[in-house]
């Protein structure tokens, strides 16, 4: 199944279920409070009484989590090798997943123009990712019961000011920039995805490919990400963890590729789709 929220006509920002070329709404306040409920109560909140064409509806982000997204750094490998190279120094892998988090007022909706300010960063960037969002509040969780605490998946771009991350040494700052955490544009069943690990993953700027890889090469993957990140921490329903993204980033190549006022990006995710978002820089 395919969960979005959508904005109708009238304003209105509503939870649903795409079916074919048309979004069954849930009676829901939100998709966040839908995705809290046990999942044998989920299906009393499905409404069988609306169905709306999605031509007459805009997609906003699927979810806005309550607090601030995980993400996952230098979690694929040819990506550390192309971060180490760029920056002059040696690759060293963690042992364990190296987090670091976005603030939730970062998030963006699919389709929309993510507003970008050149006083603020001369080098925004790119980062394909699969992220998972977390369908049970949880805590201590078992890499071998990861699986269970899993609502679905969707795509997330992790738009990064570079600059501003080398300024600032911890990544908070140069990540959480408004408009640099676009995601969707739907949320994916964990049982519609299957295996994760088994999924190509790509990232195209004006029709040009810069990423591609598949899943299957993170370091770490998603049971030891959420086994790690819930140890002595409560994970809540509808947190989002971006799972890092494979090589071909803009400040890694050569010369340095970064993102200018007028780009097309798409994050394109075997069985989620594409999450496109255009550049506008002022």
């Excluded at 006509?9 to 306040?29: L, M, Q």
């Excluded at 550390?80 to 002059?88: L, Q, V």
């Excluded at 998030?107 to 603020?120: G, K």
Aim: charged share 25%; net charge negative; aromatic share 6%.
């Amino acid at each position: 199944m395919r969960f979005v929220t959508f904005r109708t006509a009238d304003g209105r920002v509503r939870p649903g279920v795409i079916e074919g070329d048309a979004v069954r709404t849930i009676s829901t306040s939100t998709l966040l409070e839908y995705i809290a409920l046990a999942p044998h109560e989920r299906v009393a909140w499905h409404s069988g009484d609306e169905v709306i064409p999605l031509a007459n509806v805009t997609l906003d982000a699927p979810v806005r989590p309550l607090r601030n997204i995980f993400c996952v750094g230098r979690n694929y490998l040819e990506h550390a090798k192309e971060g180490a190279r760029a920056s002059g120094r040696e690759l060293k892998l963690p042992d364990v997943p190296t987090f670091f988090t976005k603030a939730p007022t970062a998030i963006a909706a699919p389709d929309a123009t993510l507003h970008l300010e050149a006083n603020v960063s001369n080098e925004h960037d790119f980062e394909a990712e699969l992220a998972v969002v977390i369908g049970a509040r949880c805590k201590g969780v078992k890499e071998a019961d990861a699986h269970a605490v899993i609502f679905g998946y969707t795509a997330f771009n992790d738009v990064t000011a570079r600059d501003l991350q080398r300024a600032h040494v911890q990544w908070f700052k140069g990540k959480s920039l408004d408009d640099s955490a676009p995601i969707g544009p739907w949320i994916v069943s964990a049982d519609e995805i299957g295996d994760p690990h088994a999924l190509d993953i790509a990232f195209r700027l004006n029709g040009v490919e810069k990423q591609h890889s598949k899943t299957s090469n993170m370091i770490f993957r998603i049971p030891r990400l959420i086994a790690e990140l819930s140890k002595g921490m409560t994970l809540e329903a509808g947190d989002v963890i971006a799972t890092g993204t494979p090589e071909g980033v803009g400040f890694a190549r050569t010369p340095p590729e970064f993102l200018r006022d007028g780009d097309v990006m798409e994050v394109d995710i075997e069985k989620i789709g594409v999450l496109k978002n255009r550049i506008s820089i002022a």
